[in-house]
């Protein structure tokens, strides 16, 4: 990744003509060839850009991202302000269900947010087709499995009735029963779970977390 | 079954027994009503009932009964259909799998399901005490208001209802205000205590419809079944209780203030209304106190912004203390007096809210308590 902070004109030629004019940007150079150009806002956004795969030339004074189809960036660099370079390494990827496991790990600390007297007796109980999220057991002593989800969908249900049915062929966990818990719960969700005889928990993110919100209350 | 019944009663009882029915009934016959003409002894009664498991609610009508007999139908189906019948009577027809209505020149044959399948209807629970139903259908109006629309806080989206002796206390809260109305009534013999928690939604549909009706409505409770019976004159409506523990509240009500105001209610709500247009989503709208005047603004430079200013009779040092308009106007709109008492201390203690008498007197039996916003900055 080079971070390139100059004051520069971009010209762009190609399907369309766009023109920057004179100003200081930051020009992101990335490994993969990619070359795009930021000013100090709009985000992620950038006011335009080369996608890979293309390549660029550095002149004196000019640069020229061409790409395969003949399109040209061309940045006229007037001062370079910074110029680095630095190895990332290999990107670990965007964990989307971060909240989920999150939440898994909150409920299983707070187990009795699912009721009085409930025990924990691990996560991720594993069976033939994949682990539990949270197995537990009740305040009579009852084996409940839960299924932590942000979205209880129908497809939520479904996974923890499949579960449900090989758990209770175990004799030493029989009868367990089973929890949909999640932050927030699909109308056709709730009345297929409640129908299979599964409970269905609303989960608060922010109070599971301790995070609670600085709104004035009552108590 | 072959029965007669009056289009209006009829439309009547189907439509408040299809209110309490689910949208989606996980069983197809609990989404059906239960039409039931008893044996076959002449004038009688129709009884049309519905049930979920949750709530169950049912109606007499009277009926010219020609052949006894049940029945159940989708109940929507058969509310939309009773609604849109011409004003004849009706008549009702089993005929095998399908029953037969015909009123006027229209003839509808609607599918039936099977009644052996449909769950036994609940008792009604002990008798408790009465009310007058308009009294009863106000009180309720005024306290759910504050009940908690959140599920992952069971017990903040019911009403709470205290028994002890001749008095009747009803509380909501949803952490932010709490709304609270006691009133005496007339419990049945040997009835000294009870307190339950009722589902919010429930009660308030079910109170809304028997008051308007405007007779007595007579209380049973059955704790060990959790449920709740209301019941009007041939109207019988029951409801599950909510198994969770309300907040210990009585210790949250202020005992002393530092300010107060005295508002017009209607002048204030309206000015309220307008401010608040320009507080985002019903942000915030602040009070500014000072002798003799209210100004009432809300937005900022980033946004609109608005002003209004009111003249109130005002005890106390000048103040700012701020509301979520929204939750000010419910408490404000649910009080019987078009006078009000706004009682405080600090921009961030509860404030109080109770209606006053023609006499500017507080009205004993309803109050109102809510928990302001921080000021920005």
Request: charged letters at 25%; a negative charge; one cysteine or more.
């Amino acid at each position: 990744m080079r971070l390139v902070i100059a004051r520069c004109q971009v010209d762009y030629h190609g399907r369309l003509t766009a023109h920057l004019p004179m100003a200081t940007r930051l020009v992101l150079i990335k490994a993969d060839g990619s070359v795009s150009i930021h000013s100090d806002d709009r985000a992620y956004k950038p006011l335009n850009w080369m996608s890979p795969p293309c390549w660029l030339t550095e002149d004196d004074g000019t640069w020229t991202v061409r790409n395969k189809n003949g399109e040209e960036l061309v940045i006229t660099v007037d001062e370079v302000l910074h110029d680095s370079s630095h190895e990332l390494g290999a990107e670990p990827g965007l964990v989307k269900d971060g909240v989920e496991a999150h939440l898994q790990q909150l409920l299983a600390e707070h187990i009795t947010t699912l009721g009085e007297g409930y025990t924990l007796i691990r996560r991720e109980y594993p069976t033939a087709i994949g682990p539990v999220d949270i197995l537990c057991k009740d305040a009579d002593g009852t084996t409940v499995a839960v299924e932590v989800k942000r979205r209880g969908e129908l497809e939520g249900v479904e996974q923890l009735t499949r579960y449900l049915e090989l758990l209770n062929r175990d004799p030493l966990l029989a009868p367990v029963t089973g929890v949909l818990a999640a932050q927030q719960i699909k109308p056709q969700a709730r009345t297929l779970a409640e129908d299979r005889g599964i409970r269905c928990v609303t989960l608060d993110y922010d109070a599971l977390r301790g995070a609670e919100s600085d709104d004035l209350r009552l108590f | 079954m072959k029965i007669r019944v009056e289009r209006d009663n009829l439309a009547d009882a189907v439509a408040w027994v299809a209110k309490s029915l689910p949208t989606r009934p996980s069983v197809p016959v609990l989404g059906g009503v239960l039409l039931d003409a008893g044996g076959d002894d002449g004038d009688g009664a129709l009884t049309v009932s519905g049930f979920d498991y949750e709530v169950s609610a049912t109606v007499s009508v009277s009926a010219t009964i020609a052949e006894g007999g049940k029945v159940l139908v989708s109940g929507r189906l058969l509310a939309d259909i009773t609604k849109a019948l011409p004003d004849q009577p009706v008549d009702i027809t089993v005929d095998g799998a399908r029953v037969g209505i015909t009123c006027g020149n229209a003839r509808f044959s609607l599918p039936t399901m099977p009644v052996e399948d449909y769950p036994q209807l609940p008792a009604q629970p002990q008798f408790v005490g009465e009310l007058d139903g308009h009294a009863f259908g106000e009180a309720v109006a005024q306290v759910a208001v504050a009940s908690g629309k959140d599920d992952t806080l069971p017990m903040l989206t019911g009403i709470r209802l205290e028994i002890s002796g001749e008095t009747l206390t009803m509380v909501a809260t949803d952490r932010f205000r709490l709304a609270l109305k006691e009133f005496t009534w007339k419990p049945a013999d040997g009835v000294t205590g009870a307190a339950v928690l009722v589902p919010a939604k429930n009660l308030a549909d079910a109170a809304r419809s028997l008051g308007a009706a405007g007779s007595t409505v007579r209380l049973g409770l059955s704790s060990g079944e959790g449920m709740l019976g209301l019941s009007g004159p041939d109207r019988h409506t029951t409801t599950r209780l909510l198994d969770a523990e309300f907040p210990p509240y009585r210790k949250l009500l202020p005992s002393q203030y530092t300010s107060r105001a005295v508002l017009d209610v209607p002048a204030v709500t309206e000015a309220i209304r307008r401010v608040s247009l320009v507080a985002e989503r019903g942000t915030q709208v602040r009070l500014e106190f000072t002798e003799g005047s209210l100004r009432l603004a809300a937005g900022g430079d980033d946004e609109g912004s608005a002003e209004e200013e009111l003249p109130v009779t005002y005890e106390g040092e000048p103040v700012v203390i701020a509301f979520n308009p929204n939750y000010l106007l419910d408490g404000l709109t649910a009080l019987p007096t078009d006078q009000a008492e706004l009682t405080f201390t600090t921009p961030n203690r509860p404030a109080l809210i109770k209606p006053l008498d023609d006499e500017g007197k507080v009205a004993a039996g309803y109050l109102y308590l809510l928990m302001p916003v921080r000021l920005p900055g």
